[in-house]
């Protein structure tokens, strides 16, 4: 049983490009968070999605945006990519309405 | 704004040893709590939940809870040198999913 598989693992880009991250949840979750962590911070919370929706936003800009696919997989795309979003982006899985996640092990942007 | 405040250490005990971690959290409707284990490089792994006042015992971890003080701990008894990683501690209020997390506590057990 696979669990959460992130896409790419590390990813470099350069200021003012847009970048996708992808993400597959663990069999059997329908509900997928996408989180970040900067070094040596604890992960902070960019949205969750439920149903092909956006079902909570953290504190990020519009920069940031997402979408779920039918098949729960989703995406984040980040805009205008800055110095400061340099950092590890986690997805999360779970089934909705359970709040025990599962994470993927990460995508690694720096941004030069 | 809820907050999630965590000592960042590093907590040093040698092997053996009860290593004690505490997180202290801003919001009162906080109602479930967790304790993520990230070692260096990787993503963070569930090691315990918590929803009621009291402890919770599973194997060598000790979660309690102090909803009135805001407080929660996580004890780690007969610590080991592989338990050396930053521990997370998050809340989430039960209106979905979102966690919030703290900055973490980094954990060295020397042999």
């Known amino acids: 049983d696979a669990g959460v598989t992130q896409s790419p693992t590390h990813l470099i880009k350069t200021r003012g490009q847009q970048v996708t991250l992808r993400c597959s949840p663990k069999?059997?979750?329908?509900?997928v968070s996408w989180y970040q962590q900067a070094l040596g911070q604890g992960p902070q919370f960019i949205f969750q999605?439920?149903?092909?929706?956006?079902?909570q936003r953290g504190n990020f800009p519009d920069r940031f945006s997402g979408h779920q696919f039918p098949n729960y997989s989703s995406e984040l795309n980040v805009n205008a990519l800055l110095l400061g979003d340099s950092a590890l982006y986690l997805c999360?899985?779970?089934?909705?309405?359970?709040?025990?996640?599962?994470f993927g092990s990460g995508t690694q942007l720096s941004v030069l | 704004q809820k907050e999630v405040e965590q000592n960042s250490g590093p907590l040093s005990v040698p092997e053996g040893a009860i290593a004690s971690l505490n997180c202290t959290y801003s919001?009162?409707?906080?109602?479930?709590f967790f304790w993520y284990r990230q070692y260096s490089g990787k993503s963070p792994e569930l090691i315990m939940s918590?929803?009621?006042?009291g402890d919770k015992e599973d194997g060598r971890f000790t979660a309690q809870l102090n909803k009135a003080s805001q407080y929660v701990s996580l004890l780690i008894r007969d610590s080991q040198p592989s338990d050396s990683a930053t521990y997370l501690c998050?809340?989430?209020?039960?209106?979905?999913?979102?966690?919030?997390f703290g900055g973490g506590t980094r954990l060295m057990v020397k042999p």
């Open positions: 999360a899985s779970c089934i909705s309405n359970n709040e025990k996640l599962f």
């Open positions: 069999s059997g979750h329908d509900t």
């Open positions: 999605y439920y149903e092909e929706e956006e079902r």
């Open positions: 919001d009162r409707v906080s109602q479930s």
């Open positions: 918590i929803y009621s006042n």
């Open positions: 998050a809340v989430s209020d039960n209106a979905g999913n979102m966690l919030t």
